[in-house]
């Protein structure tokens, strides 16, 4: 069964995913000669740097989020549907989605990245991961049910349990939800929850490689993790988590830490799909790609942003899986398209870094551009006029800003909501407790 789409006589380009690659490539594309066909599981493109906000309660998940329709709702030559990707068939140039098969002449791959557990179940099945709004969501309620649930009990090491928030992972995300969570602890819940002891409460970040931050300087990494212990965490580097049941879990040291919530934010890998040859699969679950973003062994197909990896001598693991590198990437495939559908050479990639950025909190962020390195106040300015600008929608931006500036200026977070109850699998075959 083929998907019901307009048909033309221009080439049709499909593009998977709705994240910042995908999105560039359709803009660029506008009135061009060709037929830009988007598929993607949501109606929306989510800002993934600000997720950890959405489950912390600091925004709304309508403020990161934008509908795919409208932010294309003058672009005569583009088709939107609502699917899901399943295999590629290239020898036919067909695209198998759940919804139907789809006939390309030019296919970009743009599904981003997933959390990766290195192959632990256990982790998968006890963790929260945080890659999506609904994810993000699952977080928020699931922080404050504990906090509810610790009300509820008399055991002390049960109510620690509740109250001891870990964090696994050292990077940005894993920075910047620590804390937030800090910022939580130390100007919301108290008022929230006079009837707990709020300064019981415990945030752990675990972080297996010697410092945090490790893609950027070795300056931003100390600063982050001053400012991290000035706001009450417990930062553990060179831990590896060896498992975790959903109460307890196991470090690399031999210690144990009980918790009834554990975030995982310790690794990304490649959404790859079925049908393109395993052998161009690199490690991190990545297309192996050449300067134009075509991956090997395959002259129309091409893959942009955190499932490609192209390998050079700056960068031998292929670029940052980060916003930049996916725009750019995603703005000259448009270009190279219309090249070579005009038998025009097409231009190599060059990423131009523009930089990396971490915010901790209040005041309180680390930056570095080139050799020019800065933390602290006017960092957190910067980190914050850059996600502002980069945020899809001017309604969005006035939103987040506006968020921004209350919780400056009242030390408030206004979204602690519970909208929906969230329960690990490892709950579910408890009963219900009677209160």
């Known amino acids: 069964m083929s998907v019901d789409i307009p048909q033309t006589n221009f ?25 830009v066909i988007m598929i993607d599981r949501h109606n929306y493109h989510t800002f993934q740097p600000l997720l950890y906000q959405v489950a912390t309660g600091g ?132 008022h929230d929850y006079p009837e707990l002891d709020i300064r019981r409460m415990q945030i752990n970040l675990i972080e297996g490689g010697d410092r945090l931050l490790g893609a950027m300087s070795e300056q931003a990494s100390a600063k982050s993790e001053k400012f991290l212990k000035q706001m009450g965490v417990s930062v553990r580097t060179k831990e590896r988590v060896l498992g975790y049941d959903g109460n307890v879990i196991k470090l690399s040291s031999g210690k144990e830490l009980n918790s009834k919530i554990v975030i995982w934010s310790a690794g ?55 916003a930049p590198a996916a725009i750019q990437q995603g703005q000259l495939l448009a270009k190279n398209l219309v090249q070579k559908i005009n038998d025009i050479p097409m231009e190599p990639f060059n990423y131009f870094d523009k930089g990396s950025m971490a915010t901790v909190g209040r005041n309180r962020a680390v930056v570095d551009m080139g050799f020019v390195r800065f933390q602290g106040t006017f960092a957190w300015f910067v980190w914050m006029f850059v996600h502002l600008m980069t945020l899809v929608g001017f309604r969005n931006r006035v939103v987040v800003f506006v968020n921004w500036v209350w919780s400056y200026f009242s030390y408030d977070r206004g979204t602690r909501l519970i909208i929906r109850r969230f329960e690990r699998e490892a709950d579910k075959k408890l009963d219900p407790v009677e209160v």
């Open 268 to 322: 990304v890998k490649g959404v790859t799909l079925p049908g393109i040859n395993n052998n161009v699969i690199v490690p991190g679950n990545r297309f192996k790609v050449n300067t134009f973003n075509q991956i090997e062994g395959y002259d129309n197909i091409f893959a942009i942003g955190d499932v490609a990896a192209m390998i050079t001598d700056d960068y031998p693991k292929g670029h940052p899986g980060v």
């Open 11 to 35: 080439p049709r380009v499909v593009i998977i995913g709705g994240g910042f690659g995908g999105i560039q490539v359709a803009k660029k594309l506008k009135n061009k000669e060709v037929q």
């Open 59 to 190: 925004l709304e998940p309508d403020s990161i989020a934008h509908p795919l329709r409208k932010i294309f709702k003058n672009q005569k030559n583009f088709v939107f549907r609502v699917a899901e990707a399943l295999k590629v068939e290239a020898e036919q140039n067909v695209l198998v989605t759940n919804i139907g098969n789809i006939q390309y002449d030019y296919l970009v791959i743009a599904t981003g990245s997933d959390s990766n557990y290195f192959g632990s179940k256990e982790l998968e099945s006890h963790t929260m991961p945080m890659k999506t709004i609904p994810e993000a969501l699952d977080m928020r309620s699931m922080v404050l049910q504990n906090l509810e649930s610790a009300l509820l009990t008399d055991s002390l090491n049960e109510q620690e349990a509740y109250m001891n928030f870990v964090v696994i992972g050292g990077g940005p995300t894993g920075v910047e939800t620590a804390g937030a969570l800090a910022e939580l602890k130390n100007h919301v819940l108290p």
